[in-house]
């Protein structure tokens, strides 16, 4: 039995830190930059490897998406698309008491 619980408590957290059950959702955060999506990754990659050194940045099909992992909770994912006269950008976080005012910030100072 304990063997039981055990699997479907660490299942369950498994599961939390799959960026993908983060991003399908609606952001923590939605703003617009008058950047390009090349020049405003440029700017939150180095602040959020300064909160989280093996944060990574990935180039998608219009835009970067940056990725700061968490071992606990949910991936913190910031999504830089490219827009008619910069960038849309998308936040999303993980739960309340897992979020980083830290990142949140940084993507609010690259705008």
Known sequence: MRKLIGGVGLALLAGC???AS???GEPNLSK???KVPKDYAACVLPAW???IPNTTQLA???GYRVTAPSII???EI???VKSKDGSHISLYQGPPWAKSGALRQAVRDCL
């Open 78 to 80: 910031v999504d830089i």
């Open 49 to 51: 490897r300064h909160e």
């Open 73 to 75: 909770t949910a991936d």
């Open 17 to 19: 830190s799959l960026p």
């Open 32 to 34: 617009y930059s008058n």
């Open 22 to 24: 983060l991003v399908p």
């Open 60 to 62: 998608i099909s219009n």
